[in-house]
């Protein structure tokens, strides 16, 4: 009997140790002490493959990044521009699905041309890195990391570039760390720092020779920039992170030693140009602006041909046909026809590919810049500082931004913004306006009926070297290029 209450006691001890859902087999007397704890063992075998699961759980697989995949990342940041052409690459096929970004890399010189791409390759920091930093026209930096005497010579700029804007803050220590791949939430925190620390940023397009001065810039279908150079009278073509003379010969030098052009026409690199201005695609090749030449020439199939037109309005025409009177900013429309800003003559001409030269308006004072948009001809009137669109069928004129002949910076409503000697404009795929304010060294946007400034000089202007007398402006995609002429520099904004 006292056996048996001893047992009572033990299981009833047992039964609160368990859980009290779990069943308790009570052995009658006599029986040998078998009485089971499945119970408990079943429990805390549970309990520990419930510990066991949670810990894989809260260790998930890392999933790292390609190559391709962080090149596309890039590319849909710029916008996602489609131009044609190849990619350099033997290991990147034109159909695949990432080309579009590696053609876009290589020619704005994100990528550097080489044999092989590895598309398929895990990226690395120091690949990433570098290609932001390319991206963003490859900046000086004097930052260091704790294991800067690791990294390659070429690498220790884009590196410090990265520290000093904070794009390995949250993932790493004090070491950079460049071989180490990147997973893909490591890859989104650098892009978000990326966009919080230098999107905003204007990056310089470092491609151009300090003695040019680059004035009217414009993009072929295959991403390459071609450039009017104002001062060496040339005209320069830019992609593939290099610089190509295209046409233009070294002219006699004035007292000062600087180039004073001349005029004829000829093989491209033979002819003479004096302050090419604009320029744009024309009759297969490329129309230019022959400011103080008052022509308009063409550069095409290696050579190059005044291109003036014929007219049966009273307009003056000599030997070389209608005669322009500074003739500057140059667009195409749809239908390949060109528009030519005849500066001096406060009118827009049209020459269609016939060569035939007809007057959209001649009610303006000094039109310099000028871009084609859905049916209208958007155009910088220098002298009455404002922006005015004209339509193309009719010739209706209306006001976009601007005071009449006040000069000045004042962002705001359109109609009480204030320019001074606007020389340069374009319009991007959804309407919105851009001007190079050429005095006020400051480019504008016009958007919603509203001015603001996209870049000005934060503070003394003597002692900045851009912005300083902004021009030409092109799109890429999301990106403004600026031709600085005083400058001699291009540099890009993101928009």
């Known amino acids: 009997m006292n056996n048996l209450r001893r047992r009572m006691a033990m299981v009833l001890a047992l039964v609160m140790a368990v859980s009290v859902t779990e069943p308790v087999v009570i052995r009658a007397a006599g029986e040998q002490e078998n009485i089971s704890v499945s119970s408990e063992i079943k429990a805390k075998k549970t309990k520990i493959n419930q510990k066991t699961k949670t810990k894989k759980n809260s260790k998930k697989k890392a999933v790292y990044i390609t190559n391709k995949k962080a090149i596309v990342s890039i590319w849909e940041m710029a916008g996602s521009p489609v131009i044609k052409g190849t990619t350099g690459f033997s290991d990147v096929k034109k159909s695949a699905s990432y080309a579009k970004a590696v053609r876009f890399a290589v020619r704005t010189g994100v990528l550097a041309k080489g044999k092989k791409f590895k598309p398929s390759a895990k990226i690395t920091r120091k690949v990433l890195v570098s290609w932001l930093w390319n991206y963003s026209g490859s900046p000086e930096s004097a930052e260091k990391w704790k294991d800067n005497s690791k990294?390659?010579?070429?690498?220790?700029?884009?590196?410090?570039?990265?520290?000093?804007?904070?794009?390995?803050?949250?993932?790493?220590?004090?070491?950079?760390?460049?071989?180490?791949?990147?997973?893909?939430?490591?890859?989104?925190?650098?892009?978000?720092?990326?966009?919080?620390?230098?999107?905003?940023?204007?990056?310089?397009?470092?491609?151009?020779?300090?003695?040019?001065?680059?004035?009217?810039?414009?993009?072929?279908?295959?991403?390459?920039l071609m450039i009017t150079d104002s001062w060496g009278h040339k005209v320069w073509k830019a992609g593939d992170g290099s610089l190509e003379h295209v046409a233009g010969k070294d002219s006699v030098l004035d007292v000062n030693e600087n180039p004073l052009g001349g005029y004829n026409d000829g093989a491209a690199k033979d002819a003479f140009f004096k302050t090419p201005w604009g320029i744009t695609p024309f009759l297969g090749g490329w129309a230019v602006a022959d400011t103080d030449n008052g022509a308009v020439r063409l550069l095409s199939s290696g050579s190059v041909l005044t291109i003036n037109g014929s007219t049966k309005e009273n307009i003056k025409t000599d030997k070389h046909g209608v005669v322009y009177g500074y003739p500057t900013g140059l667009t195409t429309?749809?239908?390949?026809?060109?528009?030519?800003?005849?500066?001096?003559?406060?009118?827009?001409?049209?020459?269609?590919?016939?060569?035939?030269?007809?007057?959209?308006?001649?009610?303006l004072y000094n039109p310099m810049g000028i871009c084609y948009y859905k049916d209208q001809i958007y155009?910088?009137?220098?002298?009455?500082?404002?922006?005015?669109?004209?339509?193309?069928?009719?010739?209706?004129?209306?006001?976009?931004?601007?005071?009449?002949?006040?000069?000045?910076?004042?962002?705001?409503?359109?109609?009480?913004?204030?320019?001074?000697?606007?020389?340069?404009?374009?319009?991007?795929?959804?309407?919105?306006?851009?001007?190079?304010?050429?005095?006020?060294?400051?480019?504008?946007?016009?958007?919603?009926?509203?001015?603001?400034?996209?870049?000005?000089?934060?503070?003394?202007?003597?002692?900045?070297?851009?912005?300083?007398?902004?021009?030409?402006l092109a799109l890429l995609g999301n990106r403004l290029y600026v031709a600085d002429t005083f400058a001699r520099k291009i540099y890009i904004i993101n928009v």
């Open 151 to 224: 990294i390659a010579k070429g690498l220790k700029q884009a590196a410090g570039w990265a520290k000093e804007k904070k794009l390995l803050d949250s993932i790493t220590d004090k070491k950079f760390n460049g071989n180490k791949k990147l997973t893909e939430e490591e890859i989104n925190i650098i892009f978000k720092a990326y966009k919080k620390n230098v999107s905003k940023e204007a990056a310089e397009y470092k491609i151009l020779d300090d003695k040019i001065s680059p004035t009217g810039i414009a993009f072929d279908d295959e991403g390459y």
């Open 333 to 363: 429309d749809k239908k390949g026809n060109l528009y030519i800003c005849d500066t001096e003559n406060g009118a827009i001409r049209v020459m269609d590919k016939e060569g035939n030269v007809t007057t959209l308006t001649d009610d």
């Open 379 to 472: 155009v910088a009137e220098t002298s009455y500082n404002r922006v005015v669109s004209i339509n193309t069928s009719g010739g209706a004129m209306t006001i976009i931004a601007g005071r009449w002949g006040n000069d000045g910076i004042k962002d705001g409503k359109a109609m009480k913004a204030m320019f001074s000697s606007p020389q340069g404009i374009t319009v991007g795929n959804d309407g919105t306006v851009y001007v190079a304010d050429t005095v006020n060294a400051a480019i504008r946007k016009i958007k919603n009926g509203r001015v603001t400034t996209l870049l000005k000089p934060k503070g003394n202007r003597v002692l900045e070297t851009w912005p300083a007398s902004p021009i030409g």
